[in-house]
């Protein structure tokens, strides 16, 4: 594992790139020479989003600075867009033409800041649309980029929230990346799992606990009772799906029974069928323990995001993927195992790109590691961002000059509906 996963002080090369151009160098020349300008200034836009972490929905610091950066670098603003704590930056260029969706996150974690690199894929989207509108501008490109602040990613589901308001219904295609240990140099067409995320509420009565505790109906115990029950289920499901969870209650003491307790719960599973099948089997484990302990039980879904979906036309393992062949032939290596791949997300299911990209990690530093964090600040991990960034502008700028590559990407992304049985 060592000798594969890039850590900090590691001075291997890159990897040996392919031959041969890319598609429209001069559109890649132009990307690159913004992006490289603009470095220092996104440099310091990261850092300050990751000193100054903001929970889900709570992100007003980080809608403040990117608004005001982008506002600067010539796109119509629009704050507080469909959430609070969401923003849209827009650039259109000439009359018609395709349009170009990006997301920037913006939401850390409690109680240990940026450890899912939120900082670096906000500070991506930024660059990724900075790009694009620098080369439609120069060489008179039409169309038109949507650059979305995106919050609430960790737990809040903000992307599917703002797909049911509307915000990516003008998009074709949208794109974004995440940070993840991984080999040097690569870039991770990797999927993630479907989730689907559950409230449970016991309802019980109290007793005084040492007096007469057989008149009470103990929450407490059910919620003990299923966190077992599921610990035991886990034995009989598959080993790619995930079962994790936490309770909480109030005004517990040890001389009372609790009358209440909630339990938040996630299901994961590779698709997002699979992971309703098992969200009905740890719905069992709720009932049962309610009607053992005499309690009243109420199962909510809050949400739930499908599996990653990445499209094989704009990135992945077929012959001429758009990503893949930027990537292997500037930038380094294409990987299918690391980035997110048993995570998930709520990137949208629309024709899109989501990849990870690595960065240097410690031994046990990753995603949602305090290590990650630091990780996530280093200039190791800046310089890595900004090569995905510049690989998936140029993604985005074959979207908006190919009409023939954007008709086979949608083409793509219905046959994949289909295979799904959508």
């Known amino acids: 594992m060592s000798d594969v996963v890039w850590r900090p002080g590691d001075?291997?090369?890159?990897?040996?790139?392919?031959?041969?151009?890319?598609?429209?160098?001069?559109?890649?020349?132009?990307?690159?020479?913004?992006?490289?300008?603009?470095?220092?200034?996104?440099?310091g836009l990261s850092l300050d989003i990751l000193a100054h972490p903001e929970l889900k929905f709570e992100e007003r610091h980080a809608h403040d600075v990117y608004t005001a950066f982008v506002e600067k670098q010539g796109f119509v603003v629009q704050r507080h867009y469909l959430l609070e704590t969401a923003?849209?930056?827009?650039?259109?260029?000439?009359?018609?033409?395709?349009?170009?969706?990006v997301n920037a996150e913006v939401d850390a974690l409690p109680g240990i800041g940026h450890a899912c690199g939120h900082?670096?894929?906000?500070?991506?989207?930024?660059?990724?649309?900075?790009a694009a509108?620098?080369?439609?501008?120069?060489?008179?490109?039409?169309?038109?980029?949507?650059?979305?602040?995106?919050?609430?990613?960790?737990?809040?589901?903000?992307?599917?929230?703002?797909?049911?308001?509307?915000?990516?219904?003008?998009?074709?295609?949208?794109?974004?990346c995440h940070p993840a240990p991984g080999p040097p140099y690569s870039v991770s067409l990797s999927s993630c799992l479907a989730m689907v995320q559950l409230q449970v509420d016991f309802v019980g009565h109290t007793a005084h606990a040492g007096l007469s505790p057989w008149e009470g109906q103990n929450a407490l115990d059910a919620a003990v009772l299923s966190?077992?029950?599921?610990?035991?289920?886990?034995?009989?499901?598959?080993?790619?799906h995930r079962i994790h969870g936490i309770f909480e209650g109030k005004d517990w003491a040890p001389n009372i029974i609790p009358d209440n307790s909630r339990m938040y719960w996630?299901?994961?599973?590779?698709?997002?069928?699979e992971a309703f099948q098992t969200t009905e089997r740890v719905k069992a484990c709720f009932e049962s323990a309610a009607v053992a302990t005499r309690c009243k039980v109420t199962v909510t879904e809050l949400s739930f995001g499908n599996e990653l979906v990445q499209n094989p036309v704009l990135g992945t393992i077929i012959s001429g993927a758009e990503l893949k062949d930027?990537?292997?032939?500037?930038?380094?290596?294409?990987?299918?195992?690391?980035?997110?791949?048993?995570?998930?997300?709520?990137?949208?299911?629309?024709?899109?790109?989501?990849?990870?990209?690595?960065?240097?990690?410690?031994?046990?530093?990753?995603?949602?590691?305090?290590?990650?964090?630091?990780?996530?600040?280093?200039?190791?991990?800046?310089?890595?961002?900004?090569?995905?960034?510049?690989?998936?502008?140029?993604?985005?700028?074959?979207?908006l000059t190919d009409e023939t590559f954007l008709s086979n990407v949608k083409s793509a992304f219905e046959e994949a509906k289909r295979a799904r049985g959508d």
């Not at 291997?12 to 151009?21: F, H, I, V």
Request: one cysteine or more.
């Open 11 to 43: 001075q291997k090369p890159r990897p040996p790139l392919l031959e041969g151009d890319v598609y429209r160098p001069d559109i890649l020349q132009i990307i690159e020479k913004t992006i490289d300008e603009l470095s220092p200034a996104l440099r």
């Open 87 to 101: 923003w849209v930056a827009t650039y259109s260029h000439g009359k018609g033409g395709p349009v170009l969706g």
């Open 119 to 130: 900082n670096l894929i906000g500070i991506a989207g930024v660059a990724i649309a900075c």
């Open 133 to 176: 509108k620098a080369a439609m501008e120069k060489l008179g490109i039409n169309g038109k980029v949507i650059l979305l602040g995106t919050p609430g990613e960790e737990g809040g589901f903000g992307k599917v929230k703002l797909w049911e308001k509307g915000a990516y219904e003008e998009m074709d295609v949208c794109l974004m």
């Open 227 to 240: 966190y077992t029950s599921i610990g035991l289920l886990r034995q009989q499901t598959k080993p790619t």
């Open 266 to 273: 996630f299901v994961r599973a590779p698709t997002t069928k």
């Open 326 to 399: 930027v990537v292997s032939k500037k930038y380094g290596m294409i990987d299918y195992e690391w980035g997110i791949a048993s995570a998930s997300t709520d990137f949208v299911m629309m024709p899109g790109l989501h990849p990870g990209f690595s960065i240097p990690t410690v031994p046990n530093g990753g995603n949602h590691t305090s290590a990650f964090t630091e990780a996530a600040s280093t200039i190791q991990a800046h310089e890595a961002c900004l090569d995905v960034s510049k690989a998936l502008a140029a993604v985005g700028m074959r979207v």
